[in-house]
Structure formats: structure tokens, C-alpha cells
């Protein structure tokens, strides 16, 4: 069973660029999360979609975006860089069928995209 | 909004001795779920616990919910160098369908 993929792994921008990252599933996984990880602020929710839907968001400005598509890929787009966006950015896929509190909610990662931007 | 801290922050050890992070959180958690992130690498999953006061072992490893179910410690017996890595608390956000990391204990041994 393929584990979760993200591309690209490594990406370098400048200032005011944007960047689109592209995470796909375990396949069977309808839950897509992102988190941004960085050194000062660990592990912050961005965004979870499940069958096309953003269900929740995290504390991010309108910059952060993202969308699945209905064989549950996902992509997050920043638009506008800035120096602080540069982090580890990570996917994570999950079989969470949105039944609170089920504890099913087990994410498994990909390995990220790091985006440095100049 | 929702906290959960978790100490210490970083932790030396030698090889062989114990190793302990706790993990607290502002909020009752319906479950917690550890995961383990190497260095350069990624998030795994490591356990999930879901009743107060439960303790689960995984070999040399121990994890425990508190009975209020705020809190919860990883121990890890004997360290390994294979133990390297940070650890990451975390629990779901409210009803929310996302989980929430605690701020992570890093953890280096040393051989």
C-alpha cells in the first residue's frame, strides 16, 4: 500500500511568488490534512478537507489556501510569499469518516515539502 | 483557544537511562495520540489512547492518560540511540475533525 506522497520535496521561491504543493492520499483515505511545521512554532493546523469539502481551518491569513479533488488528491496553494512562509510543509491522509469523537482520526504524513523562500 | 504544552522542550540523555515527556493540555481530550518524528524526517504514529487513566506499552516504551484526561507522559526504559527523535503529542481540536500537536520534546541520546 503506497504511503502518502507530496511533491515537490524541495522547493525554493522569492518573495511574493506563490507555490502550489500537491499531496496524495493512502489510497482509501478521504481525510486530507495540512500542517506547516517550523523550528519556533512546531506542528500548526492549516486546513482539512474530506470528499472535496474544507471542513476546518486553521489560524492562517487568506494567502493559505487549498482544494481536493474528487480521487481525494489535495493542493495548498500560498500565494505572496514571504520569508516567515518558509517551512516543512506536510500532508497527512486519514480514513476519518468526520464521526466526533470517534478517535479514528490517526493521521499518517508524507514527507513534506520544505519551501524556502528568498 | 485550545493549549497543549508539552516538557521539557529538549532532553539529553545518556544511553541506556530513562526518559520521560509529559504532555498537558488546557482541554479535556477524548483521546491522545502520540506520534515520533526523526531527525529529517516526518511524523509517525505511535499509539492511541482513549480511556482515563489507560496505560499502554509498546517494549521499552509506556504511555499513559491521565485520569482527568489532560494529561499524558511517554516513558521510555533503557534509551536507545534509535530513540533520537522529537515526540509529539496530540489530541483532536474541540469538534473539529483535525488534531492539534502538542509543542514536542526532543529527545537526543547520547551513545
Known sequence: ?118 | GQQVMQIPQYQHVQEGEDFTTYCNSSTTLSNIQWYKQRPGGHPVFLIQLVKSGEVKKQKRLTFQFGEAKKNSSLHITATQTTDVGTYFCAGPNGGANNLFFGTGTRLTVIP
Open chain 1, 1 to 118: 500500500k503506497a504511503g502518502v506522497t507530496q511533491t515537490p520535496r524541495y522547493l525554493i521561491k522569492t518573495r511574493g511568488q506563490q507555490v502550489t504543493l500537491s499531496c496524495s492520499p493512502i489510497s482509501g483515505h478521504r481525510s486530507v490534512s495540512w500542517y506547516q511545521q517550523t523550528p519556533g512554532q512546531g506542528l500548526q493546523f492549516l486546513f482539512e478537507y474530506f470528499s472535496e469539502t474544507q471542513r476546518n481551518k486553521g489560524n492562517f491569513p487568506g494567502r493559505f489556501s487549498g482544494r481536493q479533488f474528487s480521487n481525494s488528491r489535495s493542493e495548498m496553494n500560498v500565494s505572496t510569499l514571504e520569508l516567515g512562509d518558509s517551512a516543512l510543509y506536510l500532508c497527512a491522509s486519514s480514513t476519518n469518516k468526520g464521526l466526533y469523537p470517534s478517535g479514528a482520526n490517526v493521521l499518517t504524513f508524507g514527507a513534506g515539502s520544505r519551501l524556502t523562500v528568498l
